[in-house]
T-cell receptor, first 108, second 112 residues
Framework: GIQVEQSPPDLILQEGANSTLRCNFS?????LQWFHQNPWGQLINLFY???GTKQNGRLSATTVATERYSLLYISSSQTTDSGVYFC??????????FGSGTRLQVQP | DGGITQSPKYLFRKEGQNVTLSCEQN?????MYWYRQDPGQGLRLIYY???????QKGDIAEGYSVSREKKESFPLTVTSAQKNPTAFYLC???????????FGSGTRLTVV
């Protein structure tokens, strides 16, 4: 099956800093999503982005499908951004396959 | 408000017992999914259903069973055959392939 690798596994930032999270995948995809899991376990869909660039407030994402990677940018980070960020992909055959996540801690 | 509801939030089970986790959605989504998450890990696919009365095994289906008799409901049964059932279980739904997923708030199952 498809492999999804996320980096870095852990990230600690000071409030106000910017960061870039990366997701590499091993096959062509027709669905790529970024999720944020809060400390209570709730998963929130941030972006549906199989290709191209999207922005939503302080967050933006870019997927370069031909090179099989996606980037999630967080600008002016806040403590509420803390949690785990997951990248998940689907080749069109069934359901999303998740990476192991990037655990982000934003310190005040 | 439309959404996806999982119940209960916490569940304790004795070894050897079957237990059923509920997942209900009122988003009119065709597809539903069950994932398992262990501490510090990503999500692994247990079962998924693209349409009513049809479902497929995911990567870790052994010891689990599902049904999809109604579009709104996709219950998961954790059977006594599941060797290590203690985990966080997440249900999701979507309009189908190529659409975003909406997740429920999860059920934490502990075997005592």
């Amino acid at each position: 099956g498809i492999q999804v690798e996320q980096s870095p596994p852990d990230l600690i930032l000071q409030e106000g800093a910017n960061s870039t999270l990366r997701c590499n995948f091993s096959d062509s995809v027709n669905n790529l999503q970024w999720f944020h899991q809060n400390p209570w376990g709730q998963l929130i869909n941030l972006f549906y982005i199989p290709s191209g660039t999207k922005q939503n407030g302080r967050l933006s994402a870019t997927t370069v499908a031909t090179e099989r990677y996606s980037l999630l940018y967080i600008s002016s980070s806040q403590t509420t951004d803390s949690g785990v960020y997951f990248c998940a992909v689907d080749t069109g055959r069934r359901a999303l396959t998740f990476g192991s996540g990037t655990r982000l801690q934003v310190q005040p | 408000d439309g959404g996806i509801t999982q119940s209960p939030k916490y569940l304790f089970r004795k070894e050897g017992q079957n237990v059923t986790l509920s997942c209900e959605q009122n988003l009119n989504h065709d597809a539903m999914y069950w994932y398992r998450q262990d501490p510090g890990q990503g999500l692994r696919l247990i079962y998924y259903s693209q349409i009513v009365n049809d479902f497929q095994k995911g990567d870790i289906a052994e010891g689990y069973s599902v049904s999809r008799e109604k579009k709104e409901s996709f219950p998961l049964t954790v059977t006594s055959a599941q060797k290590n059932p203690t985990a966080f279980y997440l249900c999701a739904s979507s309009m189908g392939q190529g659409y975003g997923y909406t997740f429920g708030s999860g059920t934490r199952l502990t075997v005592v």
